[in-house]
């Protein structure tokens, strides 16, 4: 056994037995040791940005990681923005990287960078494994590091020579952390805050997004009038019927200011403090009230649910709360809007699907128009990196091959990882991609004006559209191996969407959306 | 005028006026003062790793930076492995990295990231411009820095409140140091090695790889009898009939061993010491022979050419040297092979060609098929972060729009950066791209048993096949819409080849080429 075959064993016997692969030479004892651990399987993206968003997307759904196994530094760079926005979605991630061979470094061969900065932009944890007999040990470390909570990136440096040299053997896995118990006293201080009759708003997100939290942070505001609000990107939320209907946090600032406005008191609870997105000349960046007191009541790497669990038990809160209804929009007709975009969705949205959102502008109304649909999983963008959406759709489809994915993807951000297609052919993953198809960076267009720049001229509006020449998504989905085709109308995209959810396998569907006027 | 405004005036009076561009919120002033400063040519790329690869393609051909305008940590991460590659290039490039405002980024909003960690691994210069007023002189101190010898990647930091606020003007082009003289000592000192009778050979690189420098290169090594080789992978080497004959070290470290095998001593000239490119077990690092002394003539800020320039007269060498003839393989017919696409592109390159080669494998015999071709720059990949050839191809077509350009372009590397394609159709780029389609990532198959592994098995295998789906290149050019056909044989190859040199505007051929049996 060498320490490629020891790492990889131990992967396997700690739970992680997917990786999201784009190899090199540095990783080839690595690949080759796939063929003597039959149980990992590797899954090849055919650039990184597409292997860490997947593995994003899948821990995601299974609540355990998945491995990368990137190349050298420059692989990296090339995964490192959607290793941002695990960071921020606090998903636990495997980061394998391969390296120079140790005495190799040295002569700073034409790959050789600086692994460990780029590395600490995204990791929580990260080691170099620098012998053959403790690479499995590393790996056994690696995996506890990523599950503790509330999960994280750990990066393990992987040089060449401790995978192609012989090892003793695999390590036992080594158990993460459990989340700690809030103390009494901190839920009795926000019962307090909750029973001083102040306007009182609770902000909940991350963990407490599941079923569990969901109804737990009802409890708390129907027992005590606060005003309850989720994040406004999750990482992941149970939606759907017979859930609580929880209003999201705006992603535009003064929307989000008049949500929380009057409020005297907010309690955050694994969600943090509401600030604007992006600063804007003359615009607040923190949009809590002037004055609000806000108190946490569960972060990091203690346990909000059984925190608010506690807190609505303390409130006396009843144990039942009011849940949405079934409900579905009409199947729409007519011209193709973002209104209409979302009814399609809403109408058809099949039970136990996974939605991928990435729809930024066009996807405004989709969330109102689901909010009744039979029970699904929603993820968004957490950090704000674009071109996660295919690639975390990919990895949600390997993590839960029986229930169909929904990938809503905006145009310009679907150009970042467009190869997330390719892995979705050869993996046959069942994911019905929707392109929002306006031609532009809506989004943009709207902050160029939001801003106060000057009125956009000529070339500033040309770094902004997508059109000259027109992107094609028919022909490079099916470039890639995916089955695709282009809808104008309401009518032809529900019935579109039929389709491709009906039949297994990846489809891609160009629906031409004019920008919202925003 | 606004700080924008002023750090945009100021790269154009400093020489810098193509910035490409993949902006986002925080670069929207800057984006919207690109009308206030008609000078600056905006080129929008769709993927960062576009954006990156294009500046060091355009200022290897230029001779003189672009910008590029990236969005925070995860824009430039997107960006990095082809600011590796620049790095190991030696090429100037401005890096325009917008941040958060200054007052912002205390509330580690969602996009908030270590960005200096991330720069470092790439960057020469880094500075955080502070004030509008202080905006337009850290630009023109970047530019200075960036082509400062032997040139280097400059990172500005710019937030985004520098850029909105008001400025007080641009600043005044701030001078580049002029690359230094070798002193004559040293020049003395390797003379005496060329004229010890001992075996000696002369690794050159960087700079000397224009006319001038392989002229008194080749001078020196006709004079002394040294061994003259070049660098395997060069930034940007001049090439074809009338310039001396030059052999390039070889990629594969045994090759290259042959090529040193023997010398007592080797001579640098703007090159690094020979080692392999990765480790193998049981393989030397190290290429040169056992006891080689290894000398520097220049390195660094000092000048080669003009060194050699001196060496040569100091060895009395003559002023001519020996040419490679013109000549041209005959346009090749039957099954498309590596050979034949070697002898087809040699067949038809025209005058004044500028040559991306990412081709790898697929392009073993491109190089001796096209050394008799008129005269034509060659671009290589320097700092093997692979997606650099379509990005690189861009660029050199914005700096030179009255050259053809053409990538060569394996089909796996080209998957990584392929986005490329649309801004050279919406630029008219005259780049003609030839995809080595052989369905694998071949140079991964040989390094797959080069590096020792077991023998591959099927799961080892796979994560190198690019098959199933198979790629079809030309769906994918279409839909970015740059007209492309395919071929399967030479003849078809020649003909293709010749339609898209003559006809303006982007092309693709997808050439169907079955690996090399290495």
């Known amino acids: 056994m060498n320490g490629a075959q020891a790492l990889i064993r131990t992967l396997v016997d700690s739970g992680v037995d997917v990786c999201f692969s784009n190899p090199g030479t540095s990783e080839m004892h690595f690949v080759a040791a796939l063929d003597q651990v039959p149980?990992?399987?590797?899954?090849?993206?055919?650039?990184?940005?597409?292997?860490?968003?997947?593995?994003?997307?899948?821990?995601r759904m299974a609540g355990r990681p998945a491995a990368t196994l990137l190349h050298l530094g420059p692989g990296l760079g090339n995964g490192l923005a959607n290793l941002h926005n695990a960071r921020r979605a606090h998903t636990p991630v495997v980061n394998i990287v391969g390296d120079h061979a140790t005495y190799h470094k040295q002569y700073d061969a034409p790959l050789e960078s600086d692994i460990d900065a780029i590395a600490s932009a995204v990791s929580g944890w990260i080691r170099h494994s620098s012998a053959p007999d403790r690479v499995a040990a590393d790996a056994a470390d690696a995996v506890a590091a990523a599950m503790s909570p509330p999960g994280q990136v750990a990066t393990l440096v992987l040089p060449a020579d401790v995978c192609w040299?012989?090892?003793?053997?695999?390590?036992?896995?080594?158990?993460?952390?459990?989340?700690?118990?809030v103390p009494a006293d901190r839920i009795d201080?926000?019962?307090?805050?909750?029973?001083?009759g102040e306007a009182t708003g609770i902000l909940i997100g991350g963990r407490v997004m599941g079923e569990a939290g969901q109804r737990a942070a009802a409890r708390v505001a129907a027992a005590s009038g606060a005003r309850l609000l989720s994040e406004t990107f999750s990482a992941r939320q149970a939606r759907g019927a017979g859930l609580p209907s929880i209003d999201r946090l705006a992603y535009l600032a003064e929307f989000a200011q008049m949500q929380l406005d009057g409020i005297a008191h907010l309690i955050l609870v694994d969600a943090a403090a509401p600030v604007s997105f992006f600063a804007y000349p003359d615009k607040a960046s923190v949009l809590t009230p002037e004055g609000c007191h806000v108190h946490r009541l569960a972060a990091g790497a203690e346990d909000p649910v059984a925190a608010l669990e506690a807190l609505a038990d303390a409130l006396g809160a009843e144990a039942d709360v009011l849940s949405v209804a079934a409900s579905r929009p009409e199947r729409p007709s007519g011209a193709l809007t973002s209104e209409t975009l979302g009814a399609a969705i809403g109408a058809v949205l099949p039970e136990g699907a996974i939605v991928a959102d990435e729809a930024n502008t066009s996807g405004l109304f989709i969330p109102a128009a689901t909010a009744g649909a039979p029970r699904h999983d929603w993820m968004t963008l957490t950090g704000g990196a674009i071109g996660i959406g295919l690639p975390m759709a990919l990895g949600a489809s390997i993590a839960c091959p029986d229930r169909p994915v929904l990938a809503l993807q905006a145009d310009g951000s679907a150009m970042y990882t467009l190869q997330a297609l390719w892995t979705m052919a050869r993996e046959s993953c069942d994911v019905t991609t929707v392109i929002a198809n306006n031609g532009s960076y809506a989004v943009l267009n709207m902050e160029l004006s939001r801003v106060g720049a000057e009125a956009g001229g000529p070339k500033a509006?040309?770094?902004?559209?997508?059109?000259?020449?027109?992107?094609?998504?028919?022909?490079?989905?099916?470039g890639m191996g995916v089955p695709a085709e282009r809808v104008e109308t309401a009518e032809a995209l529900t019935a579109a969407l039929e389709r491709a959810i009906a039949e297994p396998g990846p489809h891609l569907i160009d629906a031409v959306v004019p920008p919202l006027g925003l």
Chains 1, 2 share one sequence.
């Open 39 to 59: 149980e990992m399987r590797g899954v090849l993206g055919l650039f990184e940005g597409v292997v860490t968003g997947a593995a994003d997307g899948y821990a």
């Open 165 to 181: 040299l012989p090892a003793s053997g695999a390590a036992a896995p080594v158990a993460a952390p459990t989340a700690s118990a």
């Open 189 to 196: 201080e926000v019962a307090k805050v909750l029973r001083s």
């Open 461 to 478: 509006r040309e770094m902004l559209d997508l059109h000259g020449p027109d992107l094609d998504f028919v022909a490079l989905s099916r």
